[in-house]
């Protein structure tokens, strides 16, 4: 947005005019400037358009089961050295086996101790970077078709650049949601949460 409103300003300057008519607008602003005002607007859109499975599902590369805690006491738990499986097995009660049942059971433990600040923070990162990679694709697919019919030539440097950025944001958002999911387990392991 204010990409978009800093482009209505120079406009509006360039036109030299306190209201100017719309096409003097469009003639100052130019076609580039109103794409390029308008492209985050309409990525942003987009992204929040796709659901949150379908988010994880780029980040973690999976179709089924897709989100951390799906594998929280199976993987994630035994991998973290900070988490005493056995302290917290007697803190929480027998670990379930199936991915859902897993799921559900984290997230009865998140809700207790979801307001600690390593997990918020872990929790607040793996969103950004959610976001940022579905954006990323949504930007893969979009501007190197936009960048065709304009300029040939940058629609594959494009291409490769959002390519990359998606798969930097995705590994960024894998590790901080499997580091909220650790973050929870270890915090159950060291003392039983209500």
């Known amino acids: 947005m204010a990409v978009l409103d800093v482009v209505v300003l120079v406009g509006l300057q360039a036109a030299g005019v306190g209201q100017p008519d719309l096409t003097e607008l469009l ?25 949150s499975e379908f988010k994880a599902m780029l980040v973690y590369w999976r179709l089924r089961d897709v989100l951390p805690s799906h594998r929280a006491f199976s993987v994630h738990a035994p991998r973290d050295s900070r988490i005493n499986l056995e302290a917290l097995r007697r803190n929480v009660g027998d670990f379930p086996e199936a991915p859902r049942d897993q799921s559900s059971r984290w997230y009865q433990l998140y809700t ?35 960048l065709w019919f304009v300029d040939k030539p940058l629609a594959l440097p494009a291409a490769i650049l959002f390519a990359v950025q998606y798969v930097l944001a ?25």
């Open 170 to 194: 995705a590994i960024a958002a894998r590790h901080n949601g499997i580091r909220m999911v650790t973050n929870v387990l270890a915090l159950h392991s060291t003392k039983k949460v209500g």
């Open 112 to 146: 207790k101790v979801g307001n600690n600040v390593p997990i918020v923070g872990a929790h607040r990162h793996f969103l950004l970077f959610r976001d940022m990679a579905a954006m990323s694709v949504v930007l893969l697919v979009v501007v190197p078709a936009a």
């Open 27 to 51: 003639k100052a602003i130019g076609p580039r400037g109103v794409a390029t005002a308008a492209a985050p607007v309409i990525v942003l859109l987009l992204t929040s358009l796709l659901p």
